[in-house]
């Protein structure tokens, strides 16, 4: 198929700004989708991504500027506004409904309100269609999706998005959610679509997937776009340099100088530890003063691994044990935990974490307030000061405990969620996938907040989908595959090969089979490697 | 995720059963009960019992739309809209020489709709949570229809007793039930159904993917006022007159029905027949404790003891269903 | 100071965060506590009499037994409940208050039994509601019935009774409590107000009952019993609404069962009225003060302007809607997203 030289591009924002009240969310965007392209945008958090999302997508419409699709400037009043244009979306959060099949999560919103759209049968053909091209049984599309896993899940919103017409495909985040064959499958799906002239608009944070896929990228930083460059351009370095307005955006990968802990020294175990009814027992340990990072893809047993070890949920066998003034203590549950010095950060923060009614100062303060008290009743100036010192110790801005904490970015919310459990002078703090989501600037006072705890003697355990995280700020790395530790890694095996064959349940040496126990394999494409 | 483990037999149940048998169960257990202590309730003694119970069995059912639009969808109004229906039944119609059975039955629905699409105004357009736009038209309508008809009133047109005859073969308000139970059985066939539950389980779901919520939910507040209309026109037949203090007690007796039925409080899951189960349900419950000359006393106390493990029971079912 | 870790260097750490919404909170708080003010300048001007010392103690009367009354419900909504079995209780303190009294109990056995009573209900509701995730509505609504039921029962519907003469006095306007000049029914509602708001504010108890209300499941994460809150909520709840039973008893000096009915709307009301949020997490009781004496105020205003009780309740129930419109609207969907 030949291109004509200057076509009309699919969706335009021409000079589009946003306030939010005062603030400016989006400054002069311009961005500008070609037909069969695969575009990607990205930027930190707080850079106005999410805001164009939601502009293209209806949710919102801008203050000033046009949208423009195929060189008509249109009012997207609506999502559904936006799918009569021919504009898809998938979120990275998994928008399904626990009441309905899958099928009719699918094909919702398709409907007039009393007219369907197509028969029953016509909808099955098409859902199931798009279904096993990703990869997922089609029998996900009758049950409700109450059983489903996260990636079932976002395969019914994906599904949902391409059984409609399209000619804009927006995935933001999307691919998070997803195991890496699924959306391998995806990829190589999107790449039939291109070809037949329909776009992508890719949001990502992760650059070997923007590498793989993308045509071109759109760099957003504080709400202005920032420059559009050529696949041949996008290199990480170059897109990350972009994004932050430095030159040294590279910096952080490198590795800080990983510390020998005493073997023996151990604060914190795992003994004969089962997760899952089926998954073989291990033995883990974590060692006093380190910090140990767990790997694994998601849906592998790390979430699951952090969560046994800091009491909130129980092992189906085996036990976990703290040390507790040189006694073993066994962790029966989280408020014992807490009181034998184990403090756990949750991963998913709306959900789990934060309480959108209340200040900073509240959110802060909530876990540690007995401490403060005598007979229920706290000392409002030692409780206001000891957030103070908290915040400005994490750098959480703004510095002021009575802010609002919906009105906080996502990592500076995140800082005060860490906050609440430091204040606590933890002896081991394990955190949830704490970085998810968070911007380059946060993670990097992160890496370095957890270097200067250990030094004063906390253990750190920390959960990561990231393995450059894993690699930045870990002096050991468990890797869960199958719902147990695979691997534990330390010193001179600690590399990015050694952790993402171990994710995939190889060791970096054996590259002829699997080694491990025979447990479920999680994907078939073993043999492609992501590379950075 | 998890490896699957056998899954226990109840849960299995739980999850291939629909939510509302243990409410039919229940309504079984009530039946033999009855029966037992009643000698005539086989022989035509419970045509009676479903006429007296017919206007909670509307009222509930009116009550099961906006439940299952989500988003704490709640109509505290459906008893003073039943109520605010006698009232202009027998304090604006009648004494006008308006009492053509035509024009009663459409001027019913009418005021129903109208008090329906207030509500929904209300709540979806306006967007005041729905228990305090509710509450609020309760005490308009409730004081509306007291102000009109201060005293009760007993003189009905010939022909409404037609609702209240028990001589065919079939209580005739059983008709009337049937009638409310298709309309909303062929608006079940459609999309609004998909549509409906979409929302109220998940209405950021439902508008990312292209539901307009704001429709949705609207019709659904439309639609409990036309059946609440419908249960006002059969209440006051059963009553045999228009009494405004009536209705309002009707309330919070059909939003307990609706949870006997088994519908979610928080939306999205349940129907009308859930609603009507557990209707009728409530009503045999206080007959029984009736029949056996149980004081009005202790009716009053069994009935909070029934409702509150009725709930609990219908809690713990739903655990099992969705137990992962 | 302490030593922040974050680089000088870094200007994208903190991209400037949206701005916060507390300009609108602030503003519809000043309104809240405006519009008592405001709506007593409108009643002194229309309706002689109000602007006397016994005219302003029967409005604080009437007020300090609804306030009693709207403690529970306004905890309840802050948990993301509600009591429907506040009027119940008002039943059974007052009947129990009267019958027992006339069979020759003594009046401190007596508020001991009622209170206990009150526990129980408080407990129950707290318990019930706890369990899988059921609906305070339908909880409460059952309780409801229970307690009514077994008042009936215990008394077998006896309705006569007696009160103590210092019951009739707390509520009486030209009653006066050590010489002040006060009723004791005042007293009351303004030692509780203090004690509530003291709660809210200044106690580890008050900061996990908002953060329950705001998110129950990072509230758990964060040592929060959602049972145990939950629980002393709803009996604190019962424990007041005796509280307005008992000087209910004083009023009429007969028993009803009954006589809480109107407080179920009228709770209701107040809180919603000062401005709390039915969704939890939000809200204090100070506001719900400040909606119940504008409705207080509002019903004495339309009673002086010789509306009947029947357009009394149409008129609140568009004073709700008109209120709700201004400072209480939900979000749309989209800007939930």
Redesign the interface.
Known sequence: MSTPPIEPAVVELAGITHRYGPTVALSDCRLSIAPGEVHGLVGENGSGKSTVVKLLSGIMRPTEGEVRVGGRAVELRSPAAAQRHEIVTVFQETLVSDECSGIDNVFAGTDGIFRRARSGRAERQAAEQVVQSLGAPASILQSSPHHLSLAERQVLTLTRALVRPWRLLILDEATSALDLSTRDRLFALLDDHRREGRSVLFVSHRMDELEILIDRATVQRSGRTVGTVDKDEATPARLLSMMSGRSDAGEHHVRAEARARKASDVVLRGVELGLAAQAPAFDLDVRRGEILGIGGLDGQGGSHLVEVLAGVRPSTSGRVEVDRDGSWTRVTGYRQAFRSGIAYVPGKRQEEGLFPSLTVGDNLSLATLPRYSRVGVFRASSVLARVREEMSRLGVVPHDPSYPITGLSGGNAQKVLVGRWLAAEPDVLILNDPLRGVDLGTKRDFYALLRELTEAGTTVVMLSTEIEELLTCCDRVAVCQAERVFDVLEGEELTYDAVLAAMFGRHVDAPAGPTGPAGPAPHDSHDRKVTL | MSATVATPLLQTVARKVPYFVPALVAVGVMLLLTASESETFLDGGWKLVLVYASPLVLLAMAQAPVVLSGGGGLDLSVGPTAGLVSVVIAAVLIPRDLSVAWLVIVAAILTGAAAGAVNATLVTLVRIPPIIATLATYLVFAGLATQVLGAPTGFLPEWMSWFTSVDGVLPNVLYVILGVGLVWLLLTRTAYWRNLLMVGSNDRAAYTAGVNVTAVRFLAYLLTGVMAGVAGLVLTAVLGGADSTVGPTYTLQAIAAVALGGLSLAGGRGGLFGAAVGAVLLFLIQNYLTLTEASSFELRMAYGVVLIVAIVANGAWDRKRKAR | ???????GD?????????????RAVRASSVLVYLSPVAMFVVLTLTTPGVLSTTGVMSLLVLASVLGLAAVGQTWAVMIGG?D?SIPATIGMANVLVTTLYAEGWGFGRIVLLVAVVSLAIGTANGL?SS?????P???T??????????V??AT??NTGGDVPGFVTDAVSPVGSLWGIGVPAAVVLWLLTLAVVL?VER????G??L??L???E???R????RPVMIRVVVYSVGALCASAAGLLLAGFSGGASVSIGDPYL?ST??AV?VGGT??????GTYARTVAGVLVTTMFTTLLVGLEI?P?????M???A??LL??VY???????Q??
């Not at chain 3, 100071?1 to 680089?7: K, L, V």
């Not at chain 3, 994460?221 to 929060?224: F, S």
């Open positions: 100071m302490s030593t922040a870790i974050t680089q870094a200007p994208v750490a903190a991209a400037s965060p949206p701005p916060p919404k507390r509600i429907l019930l369990l899988f995730g059921l609906h509505l339908v909880v609504l059952g309780m409801a019935s229970l307690v009514t039921g077994s009936l029962v077998d519907g003291a200044r106690t580890v108890f900061r996990r908002y953060a209300g705001s998110n499941r990072a509230a994460l964060a040592l929060v709307f209701i009301t919603v949020s039915l969704l939890g997490g939000a009947g029947n357009m009394q309740q149409v609140l129930g568009i709700i809607l709700i419109t209480g609207r939900d979000r749309h969907v989209a939930r997203l």
